[in-house]
């Protein structure tokens, strides 16, 4: 039986005990080098995966590329990806290419789970906390970039988020009662968080001072190396979102920016918060409390 799975994810019942979880996910380059573009969007792919509790297992190659285009830049990208399959613990089946005018690389995934305990992206409880396992900012970083205005300081903090595996995190999460998993994408912070609270049962009170981020991201955010994309994230979420008054512009767009290869936002009971984030932070890699979940308001979330 196959059923559709809110984190672009499809999942088939083999048995009461086995499931088998299919994901997809590719884009054009996020940055200049065509190793470090592969290991991202690998890692972006496989990221679906751990978001909903499973393990990965195999993955197939997706690649868009012109052919007069230098067949060495195709080798690079694809090294990329594979080593990050294997830091994965998934072998890399094959795959497909097609001609096309600009280059476009990501994975078919396939992983499996208990259908028991498959994590859903919707089920935070009241009384949960709110835990964010990754720096949020790639997007604006990214943009910052592509005009030159970047820091090298400030795109070696990206790229070494973006190539992190959730795989880790989602170890340490496993150990403990999770209510809901998401990792954080295209929707930005606030857009995916919006789906975890689409059952209408709760609201979200965040702690903007505890959203951990790449600290010259907000500074480029107040010089408006903004995405089109944080834009639309912000028009389409403005009947669910009260930001409150004294909350910086930059801190806003970061909860807005679109990411690649972003981290889990974790639903987890209050009792637990302090062990999880204990656990996480032995990565080194930013990660907070940054919020929790409150009965009903008026808005679905609220950012303090």
């Known amino acids: 039986m196959g059923f559709d799975h809110a984190d672009d994810a499809a999942v088939y019942r083999l048995a009461d005990d086995l499931a088998i979880v299919q994901t997809l996910d590719f884009f054009p380059p996020m940055v200049d080098d065509p190793y470090i573009f592969g290991q991202i969007a690998a890692a972006n792919a496989l990221s679906d995966i751990w978001a909903m509790g499973a393990v990965a297992k195999t993955a197939l190659n997706i690649v868009c590329f012109p052919e007069k285009m230098d067949i060495a830049i195709l080798s690079q990208v694809l ?34 789970i208990d259908p028991r305990k ?90 903007s001072s505890e959203i951990p981020h790449i600290p010259e991201a907000i500074h480029y955010a107040e010089e408006f190396l903004i995405t089109g994309a944080a834009q639309r994230n912000r028009n389409f979420l403005e009947g669910y979102v009260q930001i409150e008054a004294g909350v910086p512009f930059g801190i806003e767009e970061l909860l807005f920016d679109p990411q690649t290869s972003g981290g889990l936002l974790v639903s987890v009971p209050k009792e637990v918060g302090e062990d999880v984030l204990a656990e996480l932070k032995t990565f080194d890699l930013p990660c907070a409390i940054v919020g929790e979940i409150v009965a009903r308001e008026a808005k679905e979330i609220i950012v303090r």
Request: with cysteine.
């Open 79 to 112: 090294q990329g990806g594979s080593e990050k399959v294997m830091e994965a613990g998934a072998v890399l089946a094959g795959g497909h290419s097609i001609d096309d005018v600009d280059v476009k690389y990501g994975l078919s995934v396939t992983g499996i």
């Open 118 to 207: 498959i994590y859903t992206n919707v089920g935070s409880k009241v009384g949960d906390v709110l835990i964010l396992t990754k720096p949020l900012g790639v997007g604006i970083c990214c943009s910052a970039n592509r005009v030159g205005e970047a820091s090298p300081a400030a795109m070696d903090a990206a790229i070494r988020s973006m190539t992190t595996l959730n795989k880790y995190a989602a170890e340490v999460v496993q150990k403990y009662p999770v209510h809901a998993c998401t990792d954080v994408t295209g929707f930005g912070f606030l857009g995916h968080l919006h789906e975890m609270l689409s059952d209408g049962q709760a609201s979200a009170l965040i702690y």
